[in-house]
């Protein structure tokens, strides 16, 4: 999907009287440290938030774990993309795995790079992620979404599978982890961890937009309710550990943090889920500004063109196209006083270093950046 900016080419999100259904029908390859021991592993279960442990799912290759091999497309403005960013920069793989950073607005065709000086991804000489989707699937009949994986040598998507990704990065690229990388996923909290995230991803993740994307008003009546239901679980849960899971970060936080983050500047007004902004949920709010001031966090979010993204994307919600000017993000930077709660956020590990100069949020678009800096 593309950045064109006809109301007419984007793409429909709402089918009226029906509630909203993410396909998470992916490409299931994944880039694995020893392919041939992977293939002889049993197939995972099914799971919308990705398995560890396991194997192939049916048809999926297995690829080799290489560095600088791949390229990581993933667009600021997409919260499942953001997740990417967030472990790939915890875990120091910016150095193995390059990124390409398509626009905030796409099309129904495609994301593009239209953020590169001459609209085409510098390393895989694209114009639209389209493209390296077609080269390994002529007939690709899906949403051509980010995160994706592309192999630079052929151009062609290795995979979409944005719930494994991260969780590959983690197990399965441990020998380029920097030095001080963090365990996301420690295995004493992975059985507590998993039904967690799975209920986050139902009712939050993608709660948000089954209240957005609602076609009736009983759908989106269900969706708010559920969705408010968990984020009050979460902020009694997050009154007494400074993480989803205690004391240090893991993956649960990441995933949770990208819809926290995209709370009050989109989900708020444009999808209704407007019961109170996160800023008046004591908990979660502080939460959320312990994780945006770890570095790893904040220092990934371009608010800017999140609220491109959604505003102008979603022309069958906002038809005018008009991007809010608010709200206020200074406040994102405040105290959060978490640090009573734990005070080692990474566990044995240590935070990622600075972020690399080609890789900063523009100026301006996060308060971290301010404009002119």
Same mark, same amino acid.
């Given at each position: ?73 993933? @667009? #600021? ?13 915890? &875990? /120091?793989? =910016?150095?193995?795995? %390059? ?8 099309? @129904? #065709? ?13 390393? &895989? /000489?694209? =114009?639209?992620?389209? %493209? ?9 009949? #899906? ?231």
């Amino acid at each position: 999907m593309s950045a064109q900016n006809e109301y007419s080419t984007r793409g429909s999100y709402v089918t009226d009287g029906e509630a909203f259904e993410r396909d998470t029908q992916y490409i299931e390859d994944r880039i694995v440290a020893d392919p041939d021991a992977v293939r002889q592993l049993p197939a995972p279960p099914a799971s919308k938030i990705g398995t560890v442990g396991a194997g192939l799912s049916d048809g999926a290759q297995a690829w080799p774990v290489e560095p600088h091999r791949y390229r990581l497309v993933a @667009a #600021r403005a997409c919260p499942w993309a953001n997740r990417t960013l967030i472990v790939r920069r915890l &875990l /120091g793989l =910016e150095d193995v795995i %390059s990124i390409g950073l398509p626009g905030p607005v796409h099309d @129904a #065709r495609s994301w593009t790079f239209d953020l590169d000086p001459d609209g085409r991804d510098p390393v &895989l /000489g694209t =114009e639209r992620l389209q %493209s390296n989707y077609f080269a390994r699937f002529p007939d690709y009949p #899906r949403g051509i979404t980010v995160p994706a994986i592309v192999d630079i040598p052929s151009g062609a998507v290795v995979t979409n599978d944005y719930p494994q990704i991260t969780l590959d990065f983690s197990t399965e690229w441990r020998e380029f982890h920097r030095e001080g990388a963090p365990d996301l996923l420690p295995v004493e909290h992975r059985e507590e961890m998993w039904p967690l995230m799975n209920r986050v991803f139902t009712e939050v993740n993608n709660g948000v937009y089954r209240c957005g994307f609602a076609g009736s008003q009983a759908a989106y009546d269900e969706a708010y309710a559920r969705l408010w239901s968990t984020l009050d679980w979460l902020e009694d849960r997050l009154a007494t550990r400074r993480f989803l899971m205690g004391d240090r970060i893991t993956e649960a936080d990441v995933r949770l943090f990208t819809t926290l983050v995209r709370f009050d500047p989109v989900y708020h007004g444009h999808f209704k889920t407007n019961r109170q902004r996160l800023s008046e949920m004591p908990h979660l709010w502080a939460y959320a500004r312990d994780l945006f001031q770890t570095p790893g966090f904040g220092d990934t979010v371009d608010f800017q063109e999140i609220k491109e993204h959604y505003y102008i994307t979603h022309s069958d919600i906002n038809p005018t196209g008009i991007v809010p000017a608010g709200p206020d993000l200074s406040d994102w930077l405040e105290p959060h006083g978490r640090e009573n709660l734990g005070d080692a956020p990474f566990g044995a590990g240590t935070a990622p270093g600075p972020v690399p100069p080609h890789e900063r949020v523009t100026a301006g678009h996060n308060p971290m950046y301010p404009a002119g800096d």
